[in-house]
């Protein structure tokens, strides 16, 4: 019986359920062969850093549930219920995410879904909850969650997706199967992206990415890179720009990695200011600083980061640090 299972899995992983990315292909295949065999658990967590393309996954599988015709642990991406799925219509698949960044889910919410899941599967399939991320429910919304998992509907499915799951009561991770998702390796992104873009092109935006897969794809389709708006900076320093014009126009979400693009560029600041010629190539007005306020402005920039890991207000917290880096600077 374990041979006949492994050939089945192999079939899936060749085959390549279409939509998943390279690095998931394995563990798509696990779970396509578990729902072919009726032993799919009611309910996945799928945990990681961000930006690994977790919500895809959760996404391509809500799909592979929900299709008329899967064919090899793939979605036919024909039947109404596919077309459904890719116009965002499917009134079987329950999309739960925070109406803006950062903030909760509450529980009106996940009372509305326990309504929308008591009704009866409109395309006689079955029903898909997918929830990103899940650790933004509060408390009220957690513990109406977790009543539904103790008994969750006939044929229904839920896809929790966490980037923190240390912020997810205990209980409900013990009613879900976990899944781990981590960075893939630079090869597996390269073979991913490399029908549409060159390799010397994808490996720079790797390295600026820092090896995360999202952030990766953002880059190369020319998305603003929030990790080092440097021209921003540039302006403020110069005083074009103003700490508030800066601070109203990065969103909550974002901040972690501008703060992050702005270590980088006090830290290349400091090899500019030390000869160094490679990083002269992404000079910034900070470049002219001695290293001692280069060092002070990576300091501050550093304590932030670690501040707003301990929830301190997004937007109040970038003012202060732009002005207190404005200070150094100009002293």
């Known amino acids: 019986m374990a041979s006949n299972n492994n050939e089945q899995l192999n079939a899936i992983c060749c085959d390549g359920p279409r939509g998943f990315r390279p690095w998931h292909q394995t563990e798509a295949a696990h779970l396509v062969l578990a729902y072919q065999e009726q032993r799919l658990p009611h309910a996945l967590i799928l945990v990681g850093p961000q930006y690994v393309e977790k919500t895809h ?3 391509e599988f809500a799909q592979f549930l929900l299709c008329l015709s899967p064919l090899n642990g793939v979605a036919c991406s024909e039947c109404k219920s596919c077309q ?23 529980v009106d919410t996940i009372r509305q879904v326990q309504a929308r899941l008591q009704q009866t599967a409109q395309q006689g399939g079955n029903k898909v909850c997918v929830i990103s991320p ?11 969650l977790l009543k539904i998992l103790e008994e969750p509907p006939a044929n229904t499915y839920f896809l929790l997706v966490a980037h923190h799951a240390s912020k997810i009561l205990p209980t409900i991770i013990s009613r879900c199967q976990r899944l781990s998702f981590a960075i893939p390796a630079q090869d597996e992104i ?32 020319g998305g603003v890179d929030t990790q080092l708006d440097m021209s921003r900076l540039d302006a403020f320093f110069s005083g074009r720009e103003t700490a508030q014009d800066i601070a109203k126009n990065i969103d909550a979400s974002q901040l972690p990695d501008f703060l992050d693009g702005f270590l980088r560029l006090a830290s290349n600041s400091v090899k500019i200011s030390q000869g160094d ?43 202060s640090l732009l002005l207190q880096c404005l200070s150094i600077y100009s002293s």
């Not at 899940?134 to 109406?144: D, G, K, P, R, S």
């Open 277 to 319: 010629t490679v990083a002269a190539a992404n000079n910034s007005i900070l470049s002219q600083l001695p290293a001692a306020k280069l060092h002070q402005i990576y300091d501050r920039v550093a304590a932030a980061k670690t501040a707003l890991a301990q929830n301190a207000n997004p937007r109040l917290l970038l003012e």
């Open 57 to 59: 996954f959760a996404r």
């Open 84 to 106: 459904l799925c890719v116009a965002g219509t499917h009134p079987d698949w329950i999309n739960v995410e925070p109406e803006e960044p950062r903030k909760v889910l509450r």
């Open 134 to 144: 899940a650790e933004q429910m509060n408390e009220n919304a957690a513990n109406a």
């Open 190 to 221: 390269i073979h991913w992206l490399a029908d549409d873009f060159t390799k010397d092109a994808i490996q720079q935006a790797i390295e600026k990415g820092r090896g995360f897969p999202g952030r990766v794809y953002t880059l190369l389709n």
